[in-house]
DNA sequence: AAAGTTATTGTACATGTGTATAACAAGGCT
DNA sequence: AGCCTTGTTATACACATGTACAATAACTTT
């Protein structure tokens, strides 16, 4: 009886992760949390079942590695685009914002895989400390926005005035961001990032200090 | 050998019904959506694992029920605080909005419950009908009480003056909902919801239109 | 070219899960 | 009091899942 293996690759170990972190995402975000199994992640993936324990002691460390990864990509598309993005402080938060609520950030394959993750924190405590980098990142960028705007706008700058707002911008986005994720039927190009700009506008008019 | 069976009450169907959705929903909150088995349930309803069967065909219709049970319950709380609320159409949103941003349905319970469903929509399409309905629920309710503002305020109130609001409106209070139910300890009793009051009203400043 | 390293496969195992079903008893009916 | 209905228990089953590990082959080193 002759053996009949598989022929296989050897990768590096860092394309491995990536590729598995990838076959996570897509798992999930075409069957829910639930078909995200070992097996199918593996064979998404391209190898065995057997090999991700190579990588990763544990799915859960693979769940939490992927989540880490998918969280980075988020914020790291609303602050590229203000990466050498020249113009007056408020132009620079508009600029934020639409990036924000842009595909491909704004999505249902975001969203799926976000309230994912978030269904996982009570039996996974890893991923909550993961959930909280990730939010302090972006509103401490929500933050530095402000503060521009408020300079430019000749009004006081304290943590008092600045935080406040932070917190209604980045409850703003995150509010469009889901609109945007669950109902993209609903919307029109540009309508949510419209809205966006719009809200911020208003919530940073001197009159709503 | 004398056989030992565990002693138990009938109860009306409506009573073991909420009973088990009940459990659902305790299991999700304490355990996350993995730890939400039937048995668990069972267990925590106080019951055998095979009754559940009894009045769900399957575990899907269980989680179902209890999905449209949880939505129900939080469009409740807010539409109630309307109830024999009289007042300008101002305070009426403010009520509205205090009482959307508010316990028990601003908690990390909540956020447990909402975030578990909805990781669970691509592997149960049921879920998603759902999801549609409440979520159009609340937004109409938003609908209303903008127009009601904008007629106090001499304004136009077509359909594309109001749905724009309306969704800005229902972003803000989802956003603002979501981190007063994941960062509840960053914020101080009273701070989400004065939050809210300001930015609906920037929101809806003649100087917004 | 031969040897060594280890990434990868394939299989096995213990356990958990949803589901099915027969036996039983609690409460209602006559 | 005795019978009937059916809500409830208890057990079994087929299958999926995460994990463990020995065998193997792809690539590196010498």
Not at 32 to 46: S, Y
Not at 55 to 70: I, M, N, Q, V
Not at 175 to 199: H, Q
Request: glycine share 6%; proline share 4%.
């Amino acid at each position: 009886m002759t053996e009949n293996r598989r022929p296989f690759r050897r990768a590096s170990e860092q394309e491995r992760r990536m590729s598995l972190i990838h076959a996570t995402q897509t798992c999930i975000v075409e069957g829910g949390i639930r078909q995200a199994t070992v097996r199918k992640i593996a064979a998404e993936a391209g190898v065995t079942a057997g090999l991700i324990r190579h990588y990763f002691p544990a799915k859960d460390e693979l769940l939490c590695a992927t989540y880490r990864y998918t969280m980075a990509e988020m914020t790291r598309q609303s602050v590229e685009a203000l990466q050498g993005f020249e113009g007056t402080a408020v132009q620079r938060l508009h600029a934020f914002v639409r990036s924000a609520l842009s595909a491909p950030g704004t999505s249902p394959r975001q969203h799926q895989l976000w309230a994912s993750f978030t269904s996982l924190i009570p039996s996974v405590p890893a991923l909550a400390e993961v959930h909280r980098e990730s939010y302090l990142e972006f509103r401490a960028e929500c933050s530095v926005l402000v503060t521009e705007v408020l300079k430019e706008q000749g009004r006081p700058c304290t943590a008092a005035q600045v935080e406040p707002l932070a917190i209604a911008v980045n409850a703003v986005l995150d509010g469009l961001w889901l609109e945007g994720c669950l109902a993209t039927e609903l919307f029109e190009t540009g309508e949510i990032t419209a809205i966006g700009v719009r809200s911020v506008d208003a919530l940073l008019h001197p009159f709503a200090g």
